[in-house]
């Protein structure tokens, strides 16, 4: 299977700050990663998918890049109700759909 | 608006069986794959299985491969989790999610799955 690598585990960032989280995939998985957060207490939510489209209704301050190995996604001014745990995802390689190991962003 | 309930969770005892059910509504849920999520707690996501739209093909997770069973009836626009032999390992919220075979775009809230004898 195709292992995913997250990083880092955990962030702390001040409101209006520039927030990146890294996802490398074991193998070429083309562009085929999506994003997710969760909200304490809530269920996940869909944010980018196919790497680097913006799922519909999402705030165009969240976007994602990459493709192959090394994936990008970033907050480009982050809001306090960005604060959540983030995880991308892979499906390269069907089954199993394979989620990162997440990030947890916290507001300093 | 779609939605998504799961229910069926609880308390069993290691060894012991349990049905989770997943009721969808505002969206044709017939045309969708439907895929059950896990979260231990305090734990990141684990996919757990996915069965296309008409019910003909159907894909595990090998950590509940031959105990787990993902079933659907589109009469009732309802997905199952038949899930046999259960251990402490599997104790989590369990999600269903609305997709293709490459993404879940919609959640259910979650229901509850706790393992003690």
């Known amino acids: 299977d195709i292992q995913m690598t997250q990083s880092p585990s955990s962030l702390s960032a001040s409101v209006g700050d520039r927030v990146t989280i890294t996802c490398q995939a074991s193998q070429d998985i083309n562009n085929y990663l999506n994003w997710y957060h969760q909200k304490p207490g809530k269920a996940p939510k869909l944010l980018i998918y196919d790497a680097s489209n913006l799922e519909t209704g999402v705030p165009s301050r969240f976007n994602g890049s990459g493709s192959g190995t090394v994936f990008t996604f970033t907050i480009s001014s982050l809001q306090p109700e960005d604060i959540a745990t983030y995880y991308c995802?892979?499906?390269?390689?069907?089954?199993?759909?394979?989620f990162g190991q997440g990030t947890r962003l916290e507001i300093k | 608006q779609v939605q998504l309930v799961e229910s069926g969770g609880g308390v069993v005892q290691p060894g012991r069986s349990l049905r989770l059910s997943c009721a969808a509504s505002?969206?044709?849920?017939?045309?969708?794959?439907i895929h059950w999520v896990r979260q231990a707690p305090g734990k990141g996501l684990e996919w757990v299985a996915l069965?296309?739209?008409?019910?003909?093909?159907?894909y595990y997770a090998d950590s509940v491969k031959g105990r787990f069973t993902i079933s659907r009836d589109n009469s009732k626009n309802t997905l199952y989790l038949q899930m046999n032999s259960l251990s402490a390992d599997d104790a989590a919220i369990y999600y269903c999610a609305r997709g293709t075979y490459r993404l879940l775009d919609f959640w259910g809230q979650g229901t509850l799955v706790t393992v003690s004898s």
């Open positions: 995802q892979q499906y390269d390689n069907l089954p199993p759909i394979i």
């Open positions: 069965i296309s739209y008409d019910g003909n093909n159907k």
């Open positions: 505002g969206f044709t849920f017939s045309t969708y794959p």
